[in-house]
């Protein structure tokens, strides 16, 4: 588990029988660490998570097959907003400012498992906006690369994050997105219900 130093005691990592490793706040050194320890959890504060471009959370993370994001907020009751935000940006769960060893063990062992680690009414919008988007993609006829930028741009990714996430160049991305506009603004491509949650009129290729 890597830690940002000041988050929690060692007392509390040593209580919930979790070895840790700490680190400043620092993407260049978190990603070192990451690579050489293969860090299974990265527990981070959320105002750090902010500050990070979208493709080095697509590296740091298990989106991107790396490490299980773990967040903290700042204050001491999770806010079904702040919480929502941090798990669309890739995070596994979230944690309040003030938590006890018990409550970080059952937050790491379950973001382990692959598990969501946030309030019950955040993961079900969550699961709603991922249905209401399955719908969208599904009756729109896009292809799995097409939904899959459509995916990061609806999440704000430029297209230079997008092309290092997915791995394909930056003219691809381009190429994918004139595509997109051109499906997206069929007419009779999508049903009328679905036009409040198409992006903005014209996603930006460059």
Not at 43 to 53: G, W
Not at 54 to 81: P, R
Request: glycine share 6%; net charge positive; hydrophobic share 45%.
């Amino acid at each position: 588990m890597l830690v940002h130093r000041n988050i929690f005691s060692d007392s509390i990592s040593r209580a919930a029988g979790l070895a840790s490793v700490r680190c400043v706040e620092n993407r260049e050194e978190i990603s070192a660490v990451c690579r050489l320890l293969k860090v299974s959890v990265i527990v981070a504060r959320r105002a750090f998570i902010d500050q990070l471009p979208g493709s080095d959370i697509v590296q740091l993370t298990n989106y991107g097959k790396g490490s299980h994001l773990l967040a903290v907020l700042e204050t001491d009751t999770i806010e079904t907003a702040s919480a929502a935000k941090m798990l669309r940006l890739g995070c596994r769960g979230v944690l309040p400012n003030r938590f006890s060893s018990k409550l970080l063990r059952r937050a790491v062992l379950a973001v382990l498992k692959k598990q969501l680690w946030a309030p019950g009414a955040v993961v079900s919008d969550l699961l709603s906006d991922l249905l209401r988007t399955t719908s969208l993609k599904t009756e729109s006829g896009l292809t799995p690369q097409e939904a899959r930028i459509l995916e990061l741009t609806s999440q704000g990714y430029k297209n230079a994050a997008i092309a290092e996430a997915l791995f394909i160049s930056l003219e691809t991305v381009r190429w994918h997105k004139r595509r997109l506009n051109r499906k997206l603004r069929e007419p009779g491509r999508l049903p009328q219900s679905k036009a409040a949650t198409l992006p903005p009129r014209e996603m930006a290729a460059g």
